[in-house]
C-alpha cells in the first residue's frame, strides 16, 4: 500500500512539475513576443533614435546586491568588463570583502578526506566557491585548486604545516583565480598552472591537454574542457599511486546535479567536454567549484520528478545545509543518476523537454540540443 502511495505521489508531482516547466518555456516565449512588440513600436516611431541591441541572457556578472550567487547573466557588455578590464577585479574585491564580513569561518563546514598518504581539504571561500588543498603528507608539499581567498588558503597551509609548491587554475574568473598573486609572490617557488588560452592571472606554466603535474606522489592530469570559459581545465587527481580513488576538481564545468554556463562555446562544445568527465570511473571524486547542490537538485526535480536517486539525494543534502555541512564530495556514479546535464542521453528527459528535442541521424546534434535547452531552463528556475 506505501508503494502505491508513493507511487501516485511521485506522480502527482511529476505532473505539477510538468506544469512548472511549460509555463517557465510559455513565460520566456511571451516575453520574447512583448519584446519584440516594443522594438517593433519604438522602431515606427518617427522620433525614436536608434537603441543598442538587447544584451545576451547567457553571460554573467558580478551583481551589486550580495545574493547567494555572485555570478548573474546581464549581458555581454559586462561579461566583458569583469574579465577583460580591472573593473571585473575590483567587484572580486567588493566580493571578497563583503564575504569575509559574512562569513568569518566560511559559508559551509567541510570534511576533509584522508587517504593512504594523500589529504584533499576543501576550504569554503567568498559566498559559494570551493578552493582545495591537495597535500602529499608525507613529504608535506600542497597544491591549491582555484584559490580565490587568498588568505583563507593561507590560513589552511599554516594549519597543516605545508609547503605550497604549485597552484592549479581551472579558469580565468575572479571568483577561482583572484588569489593567485598573493599567494605566488609569499610562496617564491610556487608555480601557476592552467590554459594559455584564458588569461589565467599570473601564470607561470602554461598546460595542455592530457598534461601531468607531479608533485610528490601526487599526479594531476589536465582535461580541457571548454565552454564555460575558452580555455576551462578541469584537474583529475590519479588514485593509482596512493591506491585509492581518483578526485576530479571540476571547476565550473561541473557541479553537483548541475553544470556552468556555456559563456565562451556552443551547447556542442559543453557536450563534448562534460562527456569527457563521463568517460572518468563511477567512483571518481566530484570536487565542484561551487556549492550549489540545493539548488540544482530542485531544478532536477522539475525536469525528472520520478528520479528516485534523486529524491534520495536532495533528502540528504537538505539534512547537510540545514547544519550548513558541505555537501562535497559526490561520485561520478552518482551524478550519471541524479545530474540532467549528463542525462542528455536519456529518453525521459527527451520526453519532458517537449518536441523538438529527440534522436535525429546526429545523435551529438540532438543532446547539444537538449543540453542547450536544459541550461536556458536552469537560468529561469528559481529554486522555492
Known amino acids: 500500500m506505501a508503494a502505491v502511495v508513493a507511487a501516485t505521489a511521485l506522480k502527482g508531482?511529476?505532473?505539477?512539475?510538468?506544469?512548472?516547466?511549460r509555463g517557465i518555456l510559455s513565460g520566456a516565449t511571451a516575453n520574447k513576443a512583448q519584446n519584440r512588440t516594443r522594438a517593433l513600436q519604438s522602431h515606427s516611431s518617427p522620433e525614436c533614435k536608434e537603441e543598442p541591441e538587447p544584451l545576451s541572457p547567457e553571460l554573467e556578472y558580478i551583481p551589486r546586491k550580495r545574493g547567494k550567487n555572485p555570478m548573474k547573466a546581464v549581458g555581454l557588455a559586462w561579461y566583458s568588463l569583469y574579465t577583460r578590464t580591472w573593473l571585473g577585479y575590483l567587484f572580486y574585491r567588493q566580493q571578497l570583502r563583503r564575504a569575509r564580513?559574512?562569513?568569518?569561518?566560511?559559508?559551509?563546514?567541510?570534511?576533509?578526506?584522508?587517504?593512504?598518504?594523500?589529504?584533499?581539504?576543501?576550504?569554503?571561500?567568498?559566498?559559494?566557491?570551493?578552493?582545495?588543498l591537495i597535500i602529499d603528507t608525507q613529504a608535506r608539499l600542497a597544491v591549491a585548486v582555484d584559490p580565490s581567498d587568498p588568505q583563507a588558503v593561507q590560513a589552511s597551509i599554516e594549519k597543516e604545516g605545508v609547503t605550497l609548491v604549485a597552484i592549479l587554475c581551472t579558469h580565468k574568473h575572479w571568483d577561482h583565480?583572484?588569489?593567485?598573486?598573493?599567494?605566488?609572490?609569499?610562496?617564491?617557488?610556487?608555480?601557476?598552472?592552467?590554459?594559455?588560452?584564458?588569461?589565467?592571472?599570473?601564470?607561470?606554466?602554461?598546460?595542455?591537454?592530457?598534461?601531468?603535474v607531479s608533485v610528490g606522489r601526487l599526479q594531476i592530469r589536465a582535461l580541457a574542457t571548454p565552454g564555460h570559459t575558452?580555455?576551462?581545465?578541469?584537474?583529475?587527481?590519479?588514485?593509482?599511486?596512493?591506491?585509492?580513488?581518483?578526485?576530479?576538481?571540476?571547476?565550473?564545468?561541473?557541479?553537483?546535479?548541475?553544470?556552468?554556463?556555456?559563456?565562451?562555446?556552443?551547447?556542442?562544445?559543453?557536450?563534448?567536454?562534460?562527456?569527457?568527465?563521463?568517460?572518468?570511473?563511477?567512483?571518481?571524486?566530484?570536487?565542484?567549484?561551487?556549492?550549489?547542490?540545493?539548488?540544482?537538485?530542485?531544478?532536477?526535480?522539475?525536469?525528472?520528478?520520478?528520479?528516485?536517486?534523486?529524491?534520495?539525494k536532495m533528502q540528504w543534502v537538505q539534512r547537510q545545509r540545514m547544519e550548513r555541512r558541505s555537501t562535497c564530495p559526490s561520485t561520478l556514479g552518482e551524478e550519471r543518476s541524479y545530474n540532467p546535464f549528463l542525462r542528455t542521453h536519456c529518453l525521459v528527459l527527451q520526453e519532458a523537454l517537449g518536441p523538438g528535442i529527440g534522436p535525429t541521424e546526429d545523435d551529438d546534434y540532438s543532446r547539444a540540443q537538449l543540453l542547450e535547452k536544459l541550461r536556458r531552463l536552469k537560468d529561469l528556475h528559481k529554486s522555492k
Open 230 to 312: 575558452q580555455g576551462h581545465l578541469v584537474y583529475l587527481l590519479d588514485g593509482e599511486p596512493y591506491k585509492g580513488p581518483s578526485c576530479l576538481f571540476s571547476g565550473d564545468l561541473l557541479f553537483l546535479s548541475g553544470c556552468g554556463r556555456t559563456f565562451e562555446g556552443t551547447a556542442e562544445t559543453m557536450l563534448s567536454s562534460l562527456d569527457t568527465v563521463l568517460g572518468l570511473g563511477d567512483d571518481t571524486l566530484l570536487w565542484p567549484g561551487h556549492e550549489y547542490a540545493e539548488e540544482n537538485l530542485g531544478f532536477a526535480g522539475v525536469v525528472e520528478p520520478e528520479n528516485l536517486a534523486r529524491e534520495r
Open 13 to 21: 508531482r511529476g505532473a505539477r512539475n510538468a506544469r512548472v516547466l
Open 101 to 132: 564580513n559574512r562569513y568569518p569561518k566560511g559559508h559551509s563546514r567541510t570534511q576533509p578526506r584522508l587517504f593512504n598518504g594523500v589529504k584533499v581539504l576543501p576550504i569554503p571561500v567568498l559566498s559559494d566557491n570551493y578552493s582545495y
Open 177 to 212: 583565480s583572484g588569489g593567485n598573486r598573493d599567494l605566488s609572490r609569499r610562496h617564491q617557488d610556487c608555480r601557476v598552472y592552467g590554459s594559455p588560452q584564458d588569461g589565467i592571472p599570473h601564470l607561470t606554466h602554461p598546460l595542455c591537454h592530457q598534461e601531468v
